[in-house]
Structures are given as C-alpha cells and as structure tokens.
C-alpha cells in the first residue's frame, strides 16, 4: 500500500472538547453534559484506533487555532496522536486545502471526528485505492462526504474552491472542481449531529 519513498497521511479534524463548545445540534437533544462526554469519548476511541495502525501517520487538525498548544488536553482526548496542526481560518474548504498540503510528499486522507463508523480497514481500503486514483470519497448520507483523500502526485490539486457545505451538493461539487481526475468511493457512513443521527450510530 505504502509507495517507496512515501509515507500515508491521515489527518483528523476535531475541535477542542470543551464544555459547551461542541455538537451544539445535539446537544439540544440529549444536553450539553451528554453532548460533550459524547464528542470526547469518540475522539478519543477513534484516535486510539487509528494512532496504533503503522500504515499511515496520525495527524490531528485542531480548532480553534490556540488549542495546539495544549498538550494536555490533547493527550488525554486524542490518545495516539504525535502530529497536532492547526486548522487556521476560513471556510471548511480553506481549511481542508490549507492542511492537506502540510504533510511532507505522500497521499493525504482527511475525515472527520464525528463519524462512529469509521474503522481502521476503511482508512486502508481508501490508501489502497489512492494507489490507482487520484482522489477518494466516503459519501455520506446527506450529499457531503466524511472522507475525502488525495494523492498529490504528481503535484497537489485544491477540491475545495466553491463548495456548497452542509448541503446536499458538497461532494458533487467537490468532485467536480477534480474535473477528469481519477476518483474512487467507499463506504458511506454517517456523522452524529442530531438525536435522530444520535439514535442509529453504531454501538459496537
């Protein structure tokens, strides 16, 4: 899976796990106590899940911007992590492109902390197919994608420009900034934002 020479980059977006800073949406529903033990519990699975995998680098994107310099509470919420960046301002396009380019030569997946879903064969499954395509998405259900990867090879190409986010038309605008591009999908998970998304996640 790995090419010579290069090394697999997975990037996790989360936001600092403060009280009454995260999951507001669902927090309407299950409370702002319930909320956050929720998003903090989550994290800290999937990064234990995915921080032991030698297959790819564990990075952490963070927002807001000055809690990458909390070590603290990054080891005790994001367990496995060695690689913590900042998002930096913008949209979640801006974002996205802006940390995608960081990491030294090799493909770049980014996905989501939010996703109960998410398992360590996916994450492989998208490298793997990085290997004969140029870009790789996980649909989700609403029309945007919890997982979205690049190749960059053989230079790095922005998706992100004009996207319509949090709608039902972010992946068919992402894939068409990549024009004729090679582009792969794989599974289709769902993010926890509501009590009904809250209600069918995955308990395993």
């Known amino acids: 899976m790995r ?15 403060r ?5 507001s949406r669902l927090a309407r529903h299950i409370g ?10 989550l994290l800290a ?4 899940r995915l921080g032991r995998d030698r ?3 564990l990075w952490l994107a963070v927002s807001p911007d000055r809690a990458v310099f909390d070590a603290g509470l990054w080891r005790r919420a994001a367990p496995g992590v060695a690689h913590l960046v900042s998002q930096g301002g913008g949209d979640l396009g801006t974002r996205m492109g802006r940390v995608m380019a960081l990491p030294p030569p090799g493909p770049v997946i980014v996905v989501g902390s939010d996703i109960p879903g998410i398992r360590p064969a996916m994450i492989a499954r998208a490298f793997r197919l990085l290997g004969r395509h140029d870009a790789v998405f996980g649909p989700a259900r609403d029309g945007g994608y919890w997982l979205v990867g690049l190749k960059r090879r053989p230079r790095f190409v922005d998706p992100f420009r004009s996207v319509r986010w949090s709608t039902a038309h972010a992946l068919a605008d992402t894939r068409a900034n990549l024009g004729g591009l090679r582009v792969a999908l794989v599974d289709e998970l769902e993010d926890v934002d509501d009590g009904g998304s809250f209600a069918r996640r995955p308990r395993r």
């Open 19 to 23: 009280m009454g800073r995260v999951k």
């Open 3 to 17: 090419r010579r020479g290069l090394e697999n980059h997975l990037v996790v977006f989360a936001k600092a796990p």
């Open 45 to 48: 699975g999937l990064t234990r």
């Open 32 to 41: 702002g106590v319930g909320a956050w033990k929720f998003y903090r519990d």
């Open 55 to 57: 297959r790819w680098r």
